[in-house]
């Protein structure tokens, strides 16, 4: 199942989205600049073999609902969301202000 919800961060709106799978959920909130999400993102990847991409991403872990993402603190950023003062241990709300 796929579940879909916008969502009022200050004045600007993101998108939460949830993917149940098998023994897994996959959590993300976005917008057009970029997104943070759950582990299963690979940030070594998108910094490594996808760097011309410039995508602006945040990992955290241990989330397990759209809430818990915008308050984890994250584990990793790509070098992109660097560039837009988003760094490891930022709370995932702070670090969607910092895309908009």
Known sequence: MIYMQPLRIGEHTFIGVEVKLPKTTLISVSNDKGYIMCGALDVDLL??????????????????????????????????????????????????????
């Open 47 to 100: 910094n490594r073999k996808l760097k011309d991409r410039r995508i602006v991403a945040g990992r955290a872990v241990g989330v397990r609902s759209i809430d818990d993402l915008l308050e984890a603190p994250l584990e990793s950023v790509t070098e992109e969301a660097e560039q837009y003062g988003i760094h490891k241990g930022m709370i995932g709300r702070d670090a969607l202000l910092k895309m908009v």
